[in-house]
């Protein structure tokens, strides 16, 4: 069974920058498509970003394109979500998922896998 843990969430200032990491035991992550997920109070669970399993292939929602970089960190069996020039409409919890083969998506339903999230609020 794959569990993962996101961290690195906080406060930031606007402008700001901060990374995630999404992090699994026992597990090696590049088995598995990670994509990364946010969710802002009252509204519905979005996708930010994916890798796939090799990590030669990225996508991005259009709102974080040229800000946050996905990338893996196979030394240290993490996936890391850079995100910099942070704006308030980021804030959101974020989640990171597993999809148990290749190819990513930013469509929720195709993930089997969930952390219990991190917060990240952007606010001066």
């Known amino acids: 069974q794959l569990q993962l843990v996101e961290s690195g969430g906080g406060l930031v200032q606007p402008g700001g920058s901060l990374t995630l990491s999404c992090a699994a035991s026992?597990?090696?992550?590049?088995?598995?498509?990670i994509g990364w997920f946010r969710q802002a109070p009252g509204k519905e669970r979005e996708g930010v970003s994916c890798?796939?399993?090799?990590?030669?292939?990225?996508n991005y929602a259009d709102s974080v394109k040229g800000r946050f970089t996905i990338s893996r960190d196979n030394a240290k069996n993490t996936v890391n979500l850079q995100m910099n020039s942070l704006k308030s409409e980021d804030t959101a919890v974020y989640y990171c998922?597993?999809?148990?083969?290749?190819?990513?998506?930013?469509?929720?339903?195709?993930?089997?896998?969930w952390g219990q999230g991190t917060q990240v609020t952007v606010s001066s």
């Open positions: 890798i796939s399993s090799s990590g030669y292939s990225s």
């Open positions: 998922g597993a999809i148990d083969g290749r190819i990513c998506t930013l469509r929720t339903d195709s993930y089997d896998y």
């Open positions: 026992e597990v090696t992550l590049n088995r598995f498509a």
